[in-house]
């Protein structure tokens, strides 16, 4: 299978959607696990959070029908592309 191509040029709507949607549910996700962290003292219950967190962005994503490598690497582009975050922040206000 071909390298996603991050290129804005090439990049679909439909993916910048997929992308921006997932990212929106994430970070309600990291939202939600870090006001229940705030309130564990143990370390171990700290961690079965974050990680029950990982497990929860994971499976956003998946649903989006798209790999976690894909993502990270939209999520990338966008660093340096101001029109292609702004694009990925208008979808990720869709699901907020």
Same mark, same amino acid.
């Given at each position: 299978? $071909?390298?996603?191509?991050? &290129?804005?040029?090439?990049? @679909?709507?439909?993916?910048?959607? /997929?992308?921006? @949607?997932? $990212?929106?549910?994430?970070?309600? *996700?990291?939202?939600?696990?870090?006001? #229940?962290? +705030? @309130? !564990?003292? =143990?370390? %171990?219950? /700290?961690?079965?959070?974050?990680?029950?967190?990982?497990?929860? =962005?994971?499976?956003? *994503? %998946? +649903? #989006?029908? *798209? @790999? *976690?490598?894909?993502? &990270?690497?939209?999520?990338?582009? $966008? !660093?340096?592309?101001? %029109?292609? +975050?702004? /694009?990925?922040? %208008?979808? =990720?206000?869709?699901?907020?």
């Amino acid at each position: 299978m $071909a390298p996603f191509q991050t &290129n804005q040029a090439t990049m @679909s709507q439909d993916m910048v959607t /997929r992308v921006g @949607s997932a $990212a929106g549910r994430v970070a309600k *996700i990291q939202q939600d696990y870090a006001t #229940q962290a +705030e @309130s !564990e003292t =143990a370390t %171990d219950a /700290r961690e079965a959070l974050a990680s029950r967190a990982r497990a929860a =962005a994971e499976r956003v *994503i %998946d +649903e #989006q029908g *798209i @790999s *976690i490598d894909d993502y &990270n690497a939209v999520l990338t582009a $966008a !660093e340096g592309d101001p %029109d292609l +975050e702004q /694009r990925l922040l %208008d979808a =990720a206000r869709e699901v907020l």
